[in-house]
């Protein structure tokens, strides 16, 4: 899952699974998540996630986001990672920092922050990250 934040007023909570179950796809589609905006909070009613990972470490690099909630009110999010770490208890969880241009309702684009959770298999996390070094090094 993924939040974040742009002021007290706004922001955004997304968890979304892989399509097709498939752990290693990186475009991800709403399983629940909220947004507030403006005193409003509404469940979201579609989201989809892209993810972007360095190929030096397999963790989340870039995340995109593109949601609307229950009032039709659209959200865009555009994550880039500050920093990370991993805690790894029966299997492998990286939190991303991440700074985000947020868009969507009204005005211009609104700078935020918030974190990303990345969970694994030790094992799947091995798979997934030989094949993004392989694709980085072609």
């Given amino acids: 899952y993924v939040?974040?934040?742009?002021?007290?007023?706004?922001?955004?909570?997304?968890?979304?699974?892989?399509?097709?179950?498939?752990?290693?796809?990186?475009?991800?589609?709403l399983s629940s998540g909220y947004l507030f905006r403006a005193?409003?909070?509404?469940?979201?009613?579609?989201?989809?996630?892209?993810?972007?990972?360095?190929?030096?470490?397999?963790?989340?690099?870039?995340?995109?986001?593109?949601?609307?909630d229950a009032d039709g009110r659209e959200l865009t999010v555009v994550?880039?990672?500050?920093?990370?770490?991993?805690l790894g208890t029966g299997g492998l969880c990286i939190n991303t920092f991440l700074r985000f241009d947020v868009g969507g309702g009204d005005g211009p684009i609104r700078t935020g922050w918030g974190e990303d959770q990345d969970v694994?298999?030790?094992a799947r996390f091995a798979a997934m990250r030989s094949a993004v070094a392989s694709v980085a090094t072609g």
Avoid at 79 to 86: F, I, Q, T
Wanted: hydrophobic content about 35%.
């Fill in 3 to 29: 939040f974040g934040t742009t002021s007290a007023d706004e922001g955004f909570l997304v968890f979304c699974t892989p399509a097709g179950g498939d752990q290693t796809a990186e475009v991800e589609h």
């Fill in 39 to 68: 005193g409003a909070l509404r469940r979201l009613a579609t989201a989809e996630r892209r993810n972007t990972r360095d190929a030096a470490t397999g963790g989340v690099q870039r995340i995109e986001i593109e949601a609307t």
């Fill in 120 to 122: 694994w298999s030790y």
């Fill in 79 to 86: 994550g880039e990672a500050a920093s990370r770490m991993a």
